[in-house]
């Protein structure tokens, strides 16, 4: 038992040192007490997430699917692909749309330095439509009427 004794006495003694040399060396201002700086701004995002979108309405009466192989060609010759469509079905299946029925074409987003654009459906039967100078705006939200002028013949 007096090992028992010893050691916490001198673990005691060991402590209440460390606890005098600290107490000296804060009256003394020997060492700083740091506190870390968090900072809570908001900073911009390095990766934009763009996409481009045409909210397309017709003129005619017309029988109407979209080719997957639709893009954007900007003026510069780059292609942007067809992310995904709403209230139009993928080729081969279709539907009888009246005049003033509403689809929408999600596609990826345009360059920075694009200043106009085509949209293309390219297929491999007549009839795709063809949409030449659609000229940039600053939100990539686009509405266009579409119609049997804008069909490939």
Request: hydrophobic share 40%; net charge neutral.
């Given at each position: 038992?007096?090992?028992?004794k010893?050691n916490?006495?001198?673990?005691?003694?060991?402590f209440?040192?460390?606890?005098?040399?600290l107490?000296?060396?804060?009256?003394?201002?020997?060492?700083?007490v740091?506190?870390?700086?968090?900072?809570?701004?908001?900073?911009?995002q390095?990766?934009e997430?763009?996409?481009?979108?045409?909210?397309?309405?017709?003129?005619?009466?017309?029988?109407?699917?979209?080719w997957?192989?639709?893009?954007?060609?900007?003026?510069?010759?780059q292609?942007?692909?067809?992310l995904h469509i709403?209230?139009?079905p993928?080729?081969?299946?279709?539907?009888?749309a009246?005049a003033?029925?509403q689809?929408i074409?999600l596609?990826e987003?345009l360059d920075?330095?694009c200043?106009?654009f085509?949209?293309?459906?390219?297929s491999?039967?007549?009839?795709?439509?063809?949409?030449?100078?659609?000229?940039?705006?600053?939100?990539?939200?686009?509405?266009l009427?579409v119609?049997?002028?804008?069909?490939?013949r």
């Open positions: 038992m007096p090992c028992i010893t916490i006495l001198f673990s005691l003694q060991v209440m040192q460390s606890v005098i040399i107490h000296l060396l804060s009256a003394m201002n020997f060492f700083t740091l506190q870390p700086q968090i900072d809570f701004s908001i900073q911009p390095t990766a997430e763009k996409i481009t979108i045409l909210h397309c309405t017709l003129e005619n009466d017309l029988w109407i699917w979209m997957p192989s639709t893009y954007l060609v900007q003026q510069d010759g292609h942007k692909r067809l709403y209230n139009i993928f080729h081969p299946d279709w539907k009888v009246k003033g029925h689809f074409l596609f987003g920075s330095n200043v106009k085509d949209l293309i459906e390219k491999e039967e007549k009839g795709g439509f063809i949409i030449k100078d659609i000229q940039r705006n600053s939100t990539d939200v686009y509405h009427l119609g049997r002028k804008d069909l490939q």
